[in-house]
């Protein structure tokens, strides 16, 4: 059975700071994420900007 230090749930924007938190303070243990997302983590803030034409849509990702 596999064994991980770090168990990260969701990709959430806090989801992602967790891991960069993480990885300042350790930069080599294990991680994992899981998430039932099919898609890229990416910030629901940005998406009226999207809609109106005043961002591109591959702006929209996080990381």
């Keep these: 059975m ?3 230090q770090y168990l ?5 924007h806090a989801a992602l ?3 960069s938190a ?3 303070h350790d ?3 294990t991680l994992t994420v899981v ?6 983590p990416y910030s ?3 998406l009226p900007y999207v809609v109106s034409g005043k961002s ?3 702006r929209v990702f996080l990381r």
Excluded: F
Aim: aromatic residues 0%.
């Design 2 to 4: 596999e064994q991980t």
């Design 8 to 12: 990260v749930v969701g990709s959430s």
């Design 17 to 19: 700071e967790a891991i």
């Design 22 to 24: 993480i990885r300042m």
């Design 27 to 29: 930069a080599t243990g």
């Design 35 to 40: 998430t039932r997302d099919a898609h890229l």
């Design 44 to 46: 629901p803030t940005v």
């Design 56 to 58: 591109a849509p591959e």
